[in-house]
């Protein structure tokens, strides 16, 4: 079975200190990876995704996440957290070519000015 | 250019009603899915439409039903509804039916069941 797990319920981080969001998966096959951000009452917004190629992806705001498969780990990372980083970040992954998306629970980001 | 949108934002039902959901997707894109989010959780998927047929469906039952239409978009509906219904109800948008395509998202229609 397909499966994404964000074992911290929420991360704080005092604004310009890297950051860290951490994601694992279980997924048969190759995955695609993705992370989302959610503003409160707003929808999913795409961040970035790991399809294959460099291990190491960089996508909107700043933000990158490193694909692991050995550990079977898709963490997102920032390298200097800004207050308006605040929100609920959500991992996603998918198996080859079923299209179809399994999210983790998601992981609350607090950034302390 | 317009991206995903849902109508309606709010929605107040009341047990063993029937509701139904619609969905606009991104320009250009033509496989749309559709998940529940409930408080506190992530998103799960319900079901996906491409080319007006249901092509993937999530641990949902038969009182979730869609269609897609020749334009691409999408309805959700819910028969019967339940108390455990009540959740934030999202569409996505995407190109094409095979994986990698970043899904887009709507805001979402959020519905209560009383």
């Known amino acids: 079975a397909q499966s994404v797990a964000q074992p911290e319920d929420q991360v704080n981080v005092a604004e310009g200190n890297p950051l860290t969001v951490k994601c694992t998966y279980s997924?048969?096959?190759?995955?695609?990876l993705f992370w989302y951000v959610q503003y409160p009452n707003r929808g999913l917004q795409f961040l970035l995704k790991?399809?294959?190629?460099?291990?190491l992806v960089k996508g909107s705001y700043g933000f990158e996440a490193e694909f692991n498969k050995s550990q079977t780990s898709f963490h997102l990372k920032k390298p200097s957290a800004l207050v308006s980083d605040s929100a609920l970040y959500f991992c996603?992954?998918?198996?080859?070519?079923?299209?179809?998306?399994?999210f983790g629970s998601g992981t609350k980001l607090n950034v302390k000015p | 250019d317009a991206g995903v949108t849902q109508s309606p934002t709010h929605l107040i039902k009341t047990r063993g009603q029937q509701v139904t959901l619609r969905c606009s997707p991104k320009?250009?894109?033509?496989?749309v899915s559709w998940y529940q989010q409930a408080l506190g959780q992530g998103p799960q998927f319900i079901f996906q439409?491409?080319?007006?047929?249901?092509?993937q469906r999530g641990n949902f039952p038969d009182r979730f039903s869609g269609h897609q239409f020749p334009n691409y978009s999408s309805e959700l509906n819910v028969n019967a509804l339940l108390l455990g219904d009540s959740a934030l109800y999202l569409c996505?948008?995407?190109?094409?039916?095979?994986?990698?395509?970043?899904?887009?998202f709507g805001p979402g229609t959020r519905l209560t069941v009383l």
């Open positions: 439409y491409y080319e007006e047929e249901e092509r």
């Open positions: 790991y399809i294959t190629g460099d291990n």
């Open positions: 997924v048969s096959g190759n995955p695609y």
């Open positions: 320009s250009g894109h033509d496989t």
């Open positions: 996603a992954v998918e198996r080859n070519n079923f299209n179809k998306f399994y």
């Open positions: 996505a948008s995407s190109l094409g039916e095979r994986g990698a395509d970043t899904q887009y």
